[in-house]
């Protein structure tokens, strides 16, 4: 058994990370294993977690399983969980409640994985009272998920397997995408920031890049495969290239992507700390990096951004926003805004709505602080009250709301260009899709559109999102 030790996965050490090519094996046996069974995946939190299940979907496919989209159905039942808030426990710990009926009346396996299973109180909870959970895997497991599985079906006892270290990069994956037309490109794993709210650079391991060349031909073969859009991802992607001692950046990085020709590049999620000048000199030179920054603020009190440890003040993030919106001709800026951080005072919550009023962002993911065990922050007095929290984000979500609104409302008989990726899940015989600066818009039009990115008039304009129709 390999359980996971938050102290442990807390050090960085100078160990060479190596490029390993040849990691992912499935035998002949454990082909077989999915022979006439179904899997359904159930993932948590964010876009990292959503392309860490297009790698597991496609290991059990190679291990012959079939996805299903009913958890009924399902013969193998796996969670990919999410540790970054308190809620997303609450949900996955419910569903459990669901699963652990089925397992008992039919014969099912269920596995659990992602960022939970990397902290050592959760794991110790599945250990004890779980104990008909058949598996557990971490983030740096996943590549040996058909020895896990194998153990599990064969021992028919609790298999656990949660490296705290972070391994190598591992090259090679399988995918299985959920999009034709739009791909998730991993360009680097793991964090090395340590603010004082976020588990993640615990969950996920030290800072490791891959390198560039095995990033571009991936982009590459997605044209050949007829992607239009691509999205580089990682914790904090302006890092990029800082532990790989070859001196290569995001600012190279970005440029080499662009070159490939790929109609749209997006990328997240990034440090306002690490947003230097190259970068936005190449955003604004070429027309298929998409004028969309996700640029996360958590407060807008330099106190508070202190003690969270972000390494910038409030002049800092509002400086380098006016300078995108200066050279990034028609960008769009989205955030992230924590109310009620230990300490936070009404005067500091009044910075933070002063912000949202000089910004003005297109939108906003807000949250109230959630503790997490292990973090320094959840060790810091938490003297906000639970109502004066509450009250806190909806008087900034009020905020937020509006400018996304008035923000919207600029696009009212505008001409916009829209990649259509799906069927619309609001709207009848309409398809959705997204504009360059990400505004999600409802177009009535036909199927022979999809995957293809269109001229649309945008003809009606709500908060969250727009209606348009196909200019010819
Ligand atoms: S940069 Fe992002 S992922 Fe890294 S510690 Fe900070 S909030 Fe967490």
Redesign the pocket.
Known sequence: MNTPDLKEARRRTNNKVSIKENEYKVTDKQRKIGLNKKYYIKTYGCQMNEHDSENISAILNDMNFTKTESLEDADLIILNTCAIRENAHNKVFGLLGRIKHLRQTKNIMVGFGGCMAQEEVIVEEITNKYKWIDFVFGTHNIVNLPNVIEKAYDNKKQEVEVFSCEGDVIENIPVKRDSKYKAWVNIMYG?????T?????YT?GKQRSRLPEYIINEVKDLIKDGYQEVTLLG??VNAYGKDLGINYTMANLLEDVAKTGINRIRFV?S?PWDFNDDMIDIISKYDNIMPYIHL?I?SGSSKILKLM??RYTKEEYLNLFKKLKEKIPNVSITTDIIVGFPGETEEDFQDTLDVVDACKYDSAFTFIFSPRVGTPASKMEDNVSLEEKESRLQRLNQLINKYSKENNDKYLNKVVPVLLEDYSSKKKDCLKGYTDTMKLVNVKADDIYLGKIVNVKITSVKTWSMDGEIVK
């Open positions: 964090c090395d920031k340590f603010c709210y976020c588990i993640v650079p996920r914790q904090n999620t440090h996360p958590q440890g972000r």
